[in-house]
């Protein structure tokens, strides 16, 4: 027995799932060329100088300066879209309480506001106020003639520290509509077949690994025909999942099915890192529909980087500040981590 398939057993025994509800915020970007994906280990120096370069134009912008100054502030998420546009979205405005009985503190308060900044240029675009004070990342996207539409949007959640399986957890979870959008009077005939899910391991692959839920409740899917076959498989550094909205059958030619033309689904897995690792996996999301016996693709496509925090356990109040870790009343450790994500243009590795 491995020591990751140990500790994933250590960990399926001592997590306890926390179901959340967040509200969808949408988020705005050009269209320009992503990121091309290299080798993970070159890709993620050459991210880092991304990164860099977009914290030395938001700490010189002059509006960021009088939003910031003198308050606490956190960044929460990164979405880099390629060399010249990245949207940063930090916590602004926050008070660290100190927690009755435990060492640390909870995070109360604060507003989230996303900097879109541009590279090329070194300015920050603009300055804005997320409303809802939720993050999900959003990607829409048409298929060829624009008639299969596809919307995918993903949760950035926190960490939750498990001291019993040494573990970080994260709650990941993706939702997916689509739907074939006929011109008023159109005789063409359209179907929306099937989803199909990936999420696949790419960088540090022994320091952290996937759990999928394994009750009915945790996943839901519909559309606007017969019921849909979901169907999971967990392997060692990946998931792979196929939704199949309507399958062909040999009686089809005498009595047609009810072939649906909006789908939809929601779907949730756990990621589990070590202390103090950096760690990166892909996601991609394919929506399939025909047209006039024609199928045609769209896909989504977004890797995802994190980098965990050391165990909180020998953390000193000031350490957890640091590393932007929060203790709840219930004395439970919370890190708030930055996610960052990139939006694949090139090859999948």
């Not at 320009?32 to 990164?51: C, D, G």
């Not at 900044?117 to 804005?128: C, G, H, P, W």
């Not at 539409?149 to 573990?167: A, E, K």
């Not at 896909?299 to 870790?325: C, F, N």
């Amino acid at each position: 027995m491995n020591s990751k398939f140990l500790t994933l057993i250590l960990a399926i025994f001592f997590v306890s799932v926390v179901v959340c509800f967040v509200e969808e915020k949408e988020l705005g970007h050009p269209q320009e060329n992503t990121v091309e994906i290299e080798s993970p280990e070159n890709q993620l120096k050459h991210l880092k100088n991304i990164q860099m370069e977009a914290d030395m134009v938001i700490v010189g912008d002059e509006k960021v300066r009088e939003l910031v100054n003198g308050k606490e502030h956190l960044k929460m998420l990164e979405i880099i879209y390629n060399d010249s546009y990245v949207e940063d979205f930090y916590r602004v405005g926050f008070q660290y309480t100190e927690v009755e009985g435990c060492e640390g503190y909870k995070i109360l308060g604060g507003k989230i506001y996303k900097f879109s900044v541009d590279l090329s240029n070194k300015t920050v675009l603009s300055v804005e106020e997320v409303e809802n004070q939720t993050l999900k990342i959003r990607d829409e996207r048409f298929g060829e003639g624009a008639t299969v539409h596809s919307l995918v949007s993903m949760n950035t959640p926190s960490g939750t520290w498990h001291s019993l399986s040494n573990l970080w957890m994260y709650d990941f979870s993706i939702e997916g509509k689509g739907d074939i959008r006929a011109e008023s009077g159109s005789s063409i005939k359209q179907e929306c077949l099937k989803h199909s899910i990936v999420v696949r391991e790419v960088y540090n692959k022994d320091n952290f690994g996937f759990m999928i839920f394994l009750g009915p409740e945790s996943r839901k899917v519909w559309c606007n025909a017969e019921q849909p076959r979901f169907e999971c498989r967990n392997g060692r550094e990946s998931i792979e999942c196929e939704i199949v909205y309507q399958e062909k059958r040999v009686w089809d030619r005498v009595k047609p099915s009810n072939l649906p033309s909006r789908v939809g689904f929601s779907y949730p897995w756990l990621v589990y890192v070590k202390p103090n690792q950096t760690i990166a996996f892909d996601l991609t999301v394919k929506l399939y529909g025909v047209e006039n016996g024609n199928t045609h693709e769209v896909t989504h496509d977004w890797r995802v980087i994190l980098t965990s925090p050391p165990s909180p356990s020998q953390m000193s109040s000031a350490e957890m500040k640091e590393y932007g870790i929060e203790k709840t009343y219930n004395c439970n450790y919370y890190a708030h981590n930055p996610i960052i994500i990139v939006k694949k243009g090139g090859e999948v590795i």
